[in-house]
């Protein structure tokens, strides 16, 4: 987070240097783990328990991700896919805000500047229903025009060679706060480099996004490698870093591996401190400026990296193959149904209505489907998706011809097909091309 004047250079995604993966360019997560942080354990355990046997579980939210495997319910089945992921690890420190009030004992709040014209303040810190709360304020406080808030771990905690995660939002998106999940070196004083960005945002202007970033010491210049997001920083994520002696830092977004930065092993060899910051943006601020909260809903540490995750339950679709009434070359149908989110069917150009369909090979029974929109964080995609069991007639399942809502979707239906075809009519972001990371349908 500590920054000069190329800064916003790289917030407008113009590179300093080359990475091994990008932002968006990574598996699906594991979907038993209903917490995110990249272990199905005791905490995934809970969160099951708070709703099992829960009926009527709806597409939006899947009664809070329990219903794992789309039925519509909670029950042994999603059990089942649970212990068939289980992990015995736990981490080796965490704070889960439970309390009322920070853990003294964990983290340091500051009463310090922060730079020009603003300050941080423990007023602006606040652990409350299980969430630790960072605001930022336009405010007249000891001189400055704004505030904001700073935690960290120095000489209370500083893990070396760990797995390092948090679960946050901002409480509303595009906001004009620069908050910012990371690390820099600490020895009993403080080494900058090296700093791990695990999630950075600077507000301001127009749609911004997260981004994740290693610095180090390239003698003696500040230098930096990551990746930006394609994520809406309103939504529950959980964001993660692990390295260890013989290998770079590298980033999580949902238990899952997202950027790789190629950056030097010898750049990292430190103990860290773990640091939370949110503040008006020193680069973005300007008077009446919407100001979101920081929402914190854990910190955890653990040993290891998270495992790989198995494959969807129910999953029917992956592999089988697709076709689509035009493709943008480097986009294939088939990269749509491939199980990776680093691959995508873009259509030719931006006209609609476009489809694409995937052959099951045989009549099954289905229940549902997912699908990941590119860029659907700032487009809501109108569609309909039919089914066929000749590849001639086909049936309307679901129509939404009509959203207006930007995220990815989820449709529930109960029906026996071979085929199963999205035809995209329009998009809320004028011409741009229907496509598609990864539509997952399920059924047996």
Not at 169 to 198: C, M, Q, R
Not at 229 to 241: L, N
Not at 282 to 292: D, I, M, N
């Amino acid at each position: 987070m500590m920054k000069n004047a190329a800064f916003d250079s790289k917030y407008g995604f113009l590179w300093l240097g080359w990475a091994m993966f990008c932002f968006s360019c990574f598996a699906l997560p594991n979907p038993a783990d209903l917490d995110g942080d990249g272990y199905v354990n005791m905490f995934d355990l809970y969160r099951l328990a708070e709703q099992w046997l829960a009926q009527d579980c709806a597409s939006w939210n899947w009664c809070d991700g329990a219903d794992i495997d789309h039925s519509g319910r909670v029950d042994l089945g999603d059990f089942s896919y649970l212990a068939q992921s289980w992990s015995a690890e736990l981490p080796v420190w965490s704070d889960e805000f439970s309390g009322e009030s920070l853990d003294a004992n964990k983290w340091t709040v500051y009463n310090k500047a922060d730079g020009a014209d603003c300050w941080y303040t423990p007023e602006n810190v606040e652990v409350s229903d299980g969430i630790l709360k960072i605001y930022s304020y336009e405010e007249l406080y000891k001189g400055r025009s704004w505030t904001g808030g700073y935690i960290d771990t120095a000489g209370k905690y500083n893990p070396q060679y760990k797995y390092l995660v948090a679960r946050l939002k901002h409480s509303f998106a595009n906001s004009y706060i620069w908050a910012t999940w990371w690390t820099v070196g600490w020895d009993g004083a403080l080494i900058w480099p090296p700093e791990f960005d695990i999630c950075e945002f600077q507000g301001g202007a127009g749609s911004r996004n997260p981004g994740q970033w290693y610095h180090w010491n390239n003698e003696g210049k500040d230098t930096w490698l990551g990746c930006a997001a394609e994520i809406d920083e309103s939504q529950w994520h959980t964001y993660g870093v692990y390295w260890n002696a013989a290998a770079a830092p590298v980033f999580y977004v949902d238990g899952v591996l997202s950027c790789a930065p190629a950056g030097p092993v010898s750049g990292a060899l430190y103990p860290m401190k773990l640091k939370l910051t949110s503040s008006p943006s020193s680069q973005t601020r300007v008077p009446g400026c919407p100001l979101a909260v920081f929402e914190v809903d854990y910190v955890r540490v653990y040993d290891n990296p998270p495992p790989l995750p198995p494959s969807p339950p129910g999953v029917v679709s992956q592999f089988k193959t697709a076709t689509a009434s035009s493709v943008q070359s480097g986009n294939e149908a088939a990269y749509a149904n491939d199980g990776s989110l680093s691959t995508r069917w873009a259509a030719a150009d931006g006209t609609y209505p476009q489809w694409w369909k995937v052959d099951l090979g045989a009549n099954c029974r289905l229940s549902g489907s997912d699908i990941n929109w590119y860029n659907s964080s700032t487009r809501a995609y109108k569609y309909r998706i039919e089914v066929s069991t000749d590849d001639i007639h086909y049936t309307t399942i679901s129509d939404r011809t009509e959203n207006t809502t930007y995220g990815d979707t989820s449709d529930i239906f109960t029906v026996s097909a071979r085929f199963v075809r999205v035809t995209i009519t329009g998009c809320t972001s004028g011409s741009a091309y229907a496509s598609i990371y990864e539509m997952r349908v399920y059924g047996n």
